[in-house]
């Protein structure tokens, strides 16, 4: 398939750039030297790699069949060209202008021709400011000012974490059932660290990195302290340790405080773990060798304790933790696509490195089918109109995707409430637009499931205003529940806790189609705007603060390009 020569550059408020051409990359490339991901258009699982931008004072020859556009630290866009087509794997490396030659995109095989000349590329500029998209070119940012996600990560180590030595790290909670050291707390910290890591260059990079593996030692030394009373029988695979924490802990690790791990705990973490091995690959850090075989042999784990068969073998859900739930009990906000799709590809690119020979192709199908029965469970539990999902719920064996009840409750929660589980889960299933949208199509699918979310939230948000963001003032702000749907009630004052209107609100950068698509920036912005005035004072309220932040302003999104290169 032969690329037409003049490509389209699509600017959106100088914040970021997105090429549509029959091969696309999508990146927020921000120092010379750094890497990016080609991948071709239609979207092809497995066919993507990674090019280096190498020069900014590159160009692109007038008659290239293909050329691309990036953005360096100093906010000036450059343009390069992609060149050296060496694998069947969209294979690329960026030189200088005078050494790149013309190519075809081709997944077949192409061969390199002549080298291009030096001349300027055309391109069609086209500005806008009714709404703000990322690099992805996918998903709506606010167009309001939001807290850095490092300063943000800052904060949350100052208030929330103390260290119990020179390399260990733990986050306290408090409120709820928490109190002491949880693990949900200490993976939230892992993944913020993680991701903040990622996104950042220099000393704030540094800063982040060691934030996440202090916290990782943390991670390490609850595992320690892990026995059998966490149900993980034979599984003491991470350095003859369970690879999966009790869920509480002491302030100090000193006692275990509540026996059994916590599957959405465990998930976060180990993809903070996987985010930091890709972020610091061949870096020649001393802990990396370590950090890799803990996450891969964490996904083994994951898998074989947290994870449950129905009873005629066909059908993976997610338990609550290694000691219960599964088809009796289960936690809609527990679930997490997104980290399943990126155990498997870390699965499927170390197994000969850390693991066996077919250990990767042996799970890939599990993790598959895993995926596959969150979607079709969410497509029961949530509610078409406004898609609200319920804190606890009882699928169906027999017909997951119809049927199911509120017959089962955990941690001092409603079932039938849209509260304080629930609402996660909504900021679990937008990760998995952000990274895999084309790949996440099984059931109610991610497109569907966010959508429904954010227009529902949209209808509501479109008319507050910065005097009244409280249902207690303005009750038209109330979610609504229809009878038709699990969700019974909402969470009271569900705009005056950030663990509610946050992963709430990340919904709203999926963009929608139709229905309230015109009000969706302001609703975005009124959201934005109300997470940047919150603080990081209170462990669950804060950890939100942080986690919408970081999604909000676009860093989750940004991951797409580590994570997509596992495969």
Known sequence: MVIQSLVSVIIILSTALRIDAACSFETDCRVDGCTVQVYPNPWIPRSQTSFTFVNSAASVSSNEIWSATIKSLNYQTYGVQLADYTTDHWGFVVRGAAEIPAFSCQSGGSTATTAATTTTATTTITATTTQQTDLTGNIL????????????????????????????????????????????????????????????????????????????????KMCQLTDSGSCQFSGYICENNPCLPNWKFSDDLSAVWGTGAASDADGDAILAMIILVESTHGEGRSWWNELASWAYNSCKAFMQFNTKLDSSGTQRIIRLGSCWGGWDCTNPSYYSPAHYRVFRDYMLKYANQLGSVNEGTEHEPKWNNLINTVYTVLESNQCESTGLTTNWFVPSESNPSTGGSTSCSGSGTPAAEYGSEAARGVWRIVLDYLWFSDEATQGVGTREYTRRVANHVTSKLKSATSSCMSTDCDSSLNLDVPPECFVETIHSLWLDNAFMYGPTSTSLIVPLQGGEADNQQQALDTAATKVNSGSVNDYYDGSWTVLTTITLNGDFSRLKVILQSLY
């Not at 974490?161 to 306290?172: A, I, N, P």
């Not at 002491?180 to 890591?197: N, R």
């Open 141 to 220: 940012l606010p167009t309001v000012g939001l807290t850095s996600s490092f300063i943000r990560m800052t904060e949350f180590m100052n208030q929330l974490t103390t260290t119990l030595d020179s390399t260990t790290r733990v986050v306290h909670s408090s409120g709820g059932a928490a109190g002491g050291v949880i693990s949900e707390g200490q993976a939230y910290g892992m993944l913020i660290a993680a991701a903040v890591a990622e996104t950042n260059s220099g000393q704030n990079r540094e800063t982040a990195i060691s934030f996440g593996i202090e916290l990782f030692r943390g991670w390490q």
